[in-house]
């Protein structure tokens, strides 16, 4: 006989797995344009990234003597190295992908206690390891529409081949690097930027910088979907936008506007698909509101003045440490009591 | 009538409704069972105590069991027939555990008391009708089977400005709320009439969820001319709780701990006014109630008005019995409703409903870990983060726990419907709710221990302090007597 159970006696149907296999749907057509982009070697990154952080997930998890098949199920550490596949170069070595994803599910996930324990992002945490050791590497963004072959593209991913003659910077690159020459943004985003092409994904930078419309489509998708809100990703989008509005009017010459840091870089994934891990994200709407502004000011302020091009990485493990204290500070208020917690006075009539 | 503005219900959830099995089907009796088990208990409260002997001829609706103490409810006899029995018998309750349980073996006459009732019910004194309820035995029947008369008194001396009557009926399955205003709205009205004026509210509202349109037609015809107004309001789940229907309604919040009283405001279920008319127009106590017997593995879903006692089998036998594989069986509705397994439980005066539920309406699986997606924040009626409560539980952190609003949990079960990890969130509370008051009463004892201990303390230390002085007090009288002896000696040694 089946032991008692509690109530209720039914169930939304809603899983973890589902939940974490709606945001894989939302994430496809931007991997696929990705692809399309970048040919062989980006599909080469993507499948090294996932299979690692399976096989790793799955190694730690044995070393932890727990059942291996339910938590590999549930889809988060593919997820974590498909989010990680999408921020990296396309056409980076395959032991970037390796060390990224291992790091993402052992250190970033595993080791504080497996899915739902993790302090940071483990895919931005991932990220910002490669970034740090491997700055070459990590900086080396191609144009798209290069489509090496399958043979070649091994080569690339598995090879020594040089990618001399074939890269580019990104956009926030490009404008860091001209600007520390002297060259205002008047001149050095000519050529450079132009928006169409940026919601279309034809410049340099990584699959999921480039499709930024399919990634807001996606985003929106996870928003009807019921999985995220739009606090975060709002605040995000507000908290990059409106600081660069402000400061490209004082000086349009030297801080590039709203569109450009909108449409460029990772600000898009990061809103609707890194900054919305609930992991690592406030529990109540207005402390997801403030999470997701904090990610994009820090995200605004490390691009303006800060040593790196791009800053979506860096802002979301900041935030990710100021969660608890958000959490701390923000609840909801409890009915019958006012916001402090005391109980509401006794009141007839009125 | 339509006017009242409503107030926004926080979180809630949409649980399919599954009314339509059972909603179409008229209510109808029950064939009458051999044998009844009438538990002493069906309230909240003290349990009545039995005024019958083994061996007895009973009438129908004639006392069983007195009410015990300021709150209790008395048990009627639900038929005519003889008491064959005063002990123990299945309780409908999980544990399946035997409590004290009267059985009547029916004689099939159905021979009622002579019951004096009342033509002109609406000129009765505020405190007859009260006192008639409580003799009727009526408690809530939404679920809570609080004694109805006490709520009654309750608020008649605190002031009622809205009486609340709830015919939200948001559990999913359930239609007994939704049948019985459909079939019997004129006798529901007379009954809140009467209720209304037990407790001389000012306003008197009835709520009904907007998935009952033929309800709240028949209320809504059956109120014509009266000062009672019906409320349409959205189907949500859990707006049939009592202090969220308030808020919709009223925008009034109950204050943390307190009653509705506090806030002038009384809330009765529709089926209970009904048996308060039942009661007092013919004067005829509370000895059966509508059941709903529903859910995806019962042939034919149904309604039923069955008698107190009766046998939960015989109203699945009454529903042709099983048509799939049962993986559950529920009394209530499914949301707040307790599983039993023992179908020889008696229907009771709690008893909604009698679901027979597949695997696959369950939807149960193995939890998994909490994700923090805060689904259950989002779900939460009450503005409580389920998931942290959760995790200090887990922890045994019940301070914790407390701190972040345990108390204030109304166990709806929004948040483990909802939850994506199917992590049993109401189950942790529920368990620490218990494990508290268990804390509570410990503390109490060792609190009433230590006073015993120090009264004991004490009263040895003054006996002993007593002795110690009556000691002296004897000494010092030898020693003057001795002295006294001692002063006429030599006075008389001197003489």
């Known amino acids: ?350 | 009538m339509l006017g009242l503005k409503l107030f926004k219900l926080r979180g809630g959830v949409h649980p399919e409704g599954r009314k339509q099995l059972a909603a179409e089907h008229g209510i109808r009796s029950l064939p009458l069972p051999a044998e009844l088990f009438i538990p002493l208990q069906q309230h909240i409260g003290a349990p009545a105590t039995p005024v019958v002997k083994v061996g007895e001829r009973v009438l129908k609706g004639q006392l069983l069991a007195a009410a015990q103490g300021a709150v209790s409810a008395p048990v009627h006899a639900p038929t005519s027939g003889t008491i064959t029995a005063l002990g123990d018998h299945v309780a409908p309750h999980p544990s399946g555990l035997p409590v004290p349980t009267i059985t009547l073996t029916s004689d099939g006459a159905e021979q009622w008391l002579e019951a004096a009732g009342c033509a002109t019910p609406l000129e009765l004194a505020a405190e007859e009708i009260a006192a008639q309820v409580a003799a009727a035995g009526i408690v809530g029947l939404g679920g809570a089977t609080f004694p109805a008369a006490l709520k009654l008194n309750l608020s008649r001396n605190s002031g009622v400005q809205t009486l609340i009557l709830n015919g939200g009926e948001c559990e999913p399955y359930l239609t007994c709320d939704d049948r019985i205003m459909r079939e019997r709205a004129p006798q529901i009205v007379e009954g809140i009439q009467l209720i209304a004026r037990a407790v001389a509210a000012d306003e008197v509202l009835v709520g009904i969820e907007d998935n009952k349109p033929q309800a709240i037609a028949a209320m809504q015809a059956a109120a014509q001319g009266s000062s009672v107004q019906v409320v349409v309001m959205p189907s949500m789940y859990p707006m049939g709780s009592e202090k969220q229907i308030i808020q919709v309604l009223t925008g009034k919040e109950i204050p943390a701990g307190g009653r509705p009283a506090d806030i002038g405001v009384l809330v009765h279920n529709v089926a209970t006014a009904y048996a308060v008319q039942q009661a007092i127009r013919y004067g005829r106590p509370l000895i059966s109630r509508i059941v709903t017997v529903s859910g995806g593995a019962i042939k034919t879903a149904c309604n039923v008005e069955a008698l107190v006692g009766t046998p939960v089998q015989a109203l699945i036998d009454f529903a042709d019995g099983y048509a799939q594989p049962t993986a559950r069986l529920v009394l209530g509705g499914p949301m707040m409703g307790q599983q039993f397994t023992h179908t020889g439980v008696p229907v009771v005066k709690g008893t909604s409903g009698v679901l027979a539920l597949t695997a696959s309406e369950i939807g149960q699986a193995e939890p998994s870990p909490c994700i923090r997606c805060t689904t259950c924040v989002r779900a939460c009626p009450v503005g409580l983060l389920p998931l942290e409560m959760a995790a200090h539980i887990r922890a045994s952190d019940l301070t914790g726990a407390v701190a972040l609003g345990l108390k204030d949990c109304i166990a709806c079960g929004s948040c483990s419907y909802v939850c994506p990890a199917h992590i049993p969130l109401v189950h942790y509370f529920n368990y620490a709710k218990g494990d508290l008051a268990a804390q509570e009463r410990a503390k109490l004892k060792l609190e009433a221990t230590k006073k015993l201990a120090e009264d004991r303390t004490a009263r040895i230390a003054r006996i002993e302090r007593e002795r110690a002085e009556a000691a002296a007090r004897r000494k010092a009288a030898r020693e003057a007597k001795e002295r006294a002896a001692k002063a006429a000696a030599e006075s008389e040694g001197a003489a």
């Open chain 1, 1 to 350: 006989m089946t032991p008692i159970a509690h109530s209720p006696h039914a169930h939304a149907p809603i899983s973890i797995s589902k939940v974490m296999t709606t945001v894989m749907l939302a994430l496809t057509p931007a991997t696929l344009l990705g692809f399309w982009l970048y040919g062989w070697p980006a599909i080469n990154l993507w499948v090294i990234c996932i299979l690692a952080a399976i096989l790793g997930e799955a190694f730690v998890l044995r070393l932890q003597q727990r059942a291996i098949k339910p938590a590999l199920m549930d889809g988060s550490g593919i997820l974590t190295a498909w989010l990680l596949a999408l921020s990296l170069p396309p056409f980076s070595p395959w032991w970037i992908a390796v060390l990224g994803s291992l790091f993402a599910v052992i250190i970033g996930k595993q080791v504080f206690g497996g899915l739902g324990q993790n302090v940071f992002n483990p895919a931005m945490a991932a990220r910002v390891m490669l970034l740090i050791s491997f700055p070459l590497e990590m900086t080396t963004w191609v144009a798209p529409a290069l489509h090496p072959g399958f043979v070649e593209s091994l080569h690339l991913t598995f090879g020594s081949q040089s990618l001399d003659g074939m890269a580019s910077a990104s956009l926030l690159g490009h404008a860091k690097t001209e600007f520390t020459r002297g060259i205002g943004l008047d001149q050095s985003l000519t050529g450079y930027y132009a928006p169409l092409d940026m919601l279309w994904g034809s410049r340099a930078g990584s699959a999921g910088e480039t499709a930024a419309l399919l990634l807001l489509a996606g985003g929106v998708f996870l928003i009807w979907r019921r999985i995220i809100t739009w606090h975060i990703p709002v605040a995000m989008l507000l908290g990059v936008a409106l600081p660069a509005l402000l400061f490209s009017l004082i000086d349009p010459n030297h801080y590039a506007g709203p569109l450009v840091h909108l449409l460029s870089g990772g600000v898009i994934l990061g809103a609707f698909f890194i900054a919305t891990d609930p992991v690592t994200s406030p529990n109540t709407a207005l402390g997801q509101f403030i999470f997701g502004l904090g990610c994009g000011l820090l995200t605004w302020i490390i691009r303006t003045w800060g040593g790196y091009p791009e800053g979506v990485a860096f802002a979301v493990l900041l935030m990710n440490t100021a969660t608890p204290l958000i959490d701390q500070y923000i609840k909801p208020r409890i009915y019958g009591r006012d916001r402090r917690g005391a109980a509401l006075p006794a009141k007839k009539g009125v």
